[in-house]
């Protein structure tokens, strides 16, 4: 890939790493979490245990983003940035373009996809002795 194109990721991986950590989460999680207190009733309660539930799928989702891009400017500072990391093929710019962390090629994403997918793999059956 051309260097020019790496640096181009690079600004932008950056970049949304800066609108990530320049959002402001802290109030809004001290709200839900100091809200007990104000709680009259069992359904309100209840709502207030979801609403916290949501918020740590949330924390937990932007950690793995963060790790993504923190890897994706790994690759980039190695050189392997733009390689597919199971088969080693050069990922399309247009995979780049639109997700722009991506470590596997389109082939390889689509094969861990199905496998994802597939109900218990057939060598379960061999384990456990079964026909």
Do not use: W
């Amino acid at each position: 890939m051309k260097r020019e194109k790496v640096y181009y990721y690079k600004a932008l991986i950056l970049h949304r790493m800066r609108e990530f950590f320049d959002q402001d989460r802290g109030e809004e999680l001290k709200e839900i979490f100091d809200a007990t207190d104000k709680i009259p009733d069992v359904s309100d309660l209840a709502s207030l245990e979801e609403m916290r539930n949501v918020a740590f799928i949330v924390g937990d989702r932007q950690r793995n983003l963060a790790r993504e891009n923190l890897d994706a400017l790994n690759r980039i500072d190695s050189g392997e940035f733009g390689q597919c990391v199971n088969c080693g093929c050069l990922i399309s710019e247009k995979r780049l373009a639109a997700y722009p962390t991506a470590k596997l090629c389109i082939r390889c994403k689509k094969h861990q996809e199905e496998r994802q997918k597939s109900p218990v793999p057939y060598r379960i059956n061999t384990i456990l002795d079964v026909e």
